[in-house]
């Protein structure tokens, strides 16, 4: 059974920095592209980063590029969101997604349970 | 960039009517090469994580009730539940995998009228 546990998640300072964590299990993670979602309190879904099958391939949302970094631990079969420069609206909860078989952009057919980052002083 | 657009941003429907739901891109999620629509509907009840029910704009996932279809092609998009049942209450987003940034909808909040 396909399962996604993010952990990491906290009240930080602006400024701040924190990495969250997406322990995989039921799947092999070098196997599959691999997204961070968010959603700010009440809001809707907003798309914050993938990481290719093959790990060679990392992208992301304009408002997270330079602060942001998606990194995998086939090892661990962990995957990884270090945010740095956190900003009141970086606020949100993380949810970390597995793609559908096959497909490398973020066709997210799993979803871990989320976890809370809270950005202020 | 692509930005995806939803209407309604609210649905009622009564127990047992259809419940229609629309999305528009600003650019087609058409793929020539392949003719697929790289459009996906998720379904989000409060306080769970998003749950996908359709992808390639029409194709059902695994386990999803056949009351749920998707269709459309090129920019516009629609979601389709055919006897809404009370477990359907949820937010409904769209999402194009076509290229990055892999943009949402603002969401379609559907109750029970």
């Known amino acids: 059974e396909v399962q996604l546990l993010e952990s990491g998640g906290a009240l930080v300072q602006p400024g701040g920095s924190l990495r969250l964590s997406c322990a995989a299990s039921?799947?092999?993670?070098?196997?599959?592209?691999m997204s961070w979602v968010r959603q700010a309190p009440g809001k809707g879904l907003e798309w914050v980063s993938a990481?290719?099958?093959?790990?060679?391939?990392?992208y992301y949302a304009d408002s997270v590029k330079g602060r942001f970094t998606i990194s995998r631990d086939t090892s661990k079969n962990t995957l990884y969101l270090l945010m740095n420069s956190l900003r009141a609206e970086d606020t949100a909860v993380y949810y970390c997604?597995?793609?559908?078989?096959?497909?490398?952009?973020?066709?997210?057919?799993?979803w871990g349970q989320g976890t809370l980052v809270t950005v202020s002083s | 960039d692509i930005v995806m657009t939803q209407s309604p941003d609210s649905l009622a429907v009564s127990l047992g009517e259809r419940a229609t739901i629309n999305c528009k891109s600003s650019?087609?999620?058409?793929?020539?090469?392949?003719?697929?629509?790289?459009l996906a509907w998720y379904q989000q009840k409060p306080g769970q994580p998003p749950k996908l029910l359709i992808y390639?704009?029409?194709t059902r996932e695994s386990g999803v009730p056949d009351r749920f279809s998707g269709s459309g092609s090129g920019t516009d998009f629609t979601l389709t539940i055919s006897r809404l049942q009370t477990e359907d209450v949820a937010i409904y987003y769209c999402?194009?995998?076509?290229?990055?940034?892999?943009?949402f909808g603002q969401g379609t909040k559907l109750e029970i009228k």
């Open positions: 390639w704009a029409s």
């Open positions: 997604a597995k793609d559908l078989e096959g497909t490398d952009e973020a066709l997210l057919d799993y």
């Open positions: 990481i290719s099958s093959s790990g060679r391939s990392t």
């Open positions: 039921g799947f092999t993670l070098s196997n599959f592209a």
């Open positions: 999402q194009q995998y076509y290229s990055t940034p892999y943009a």
């Open positions: 650019q087609s999620v058409l793929y020539n090469s392949n003719k697929k629509n790289y």
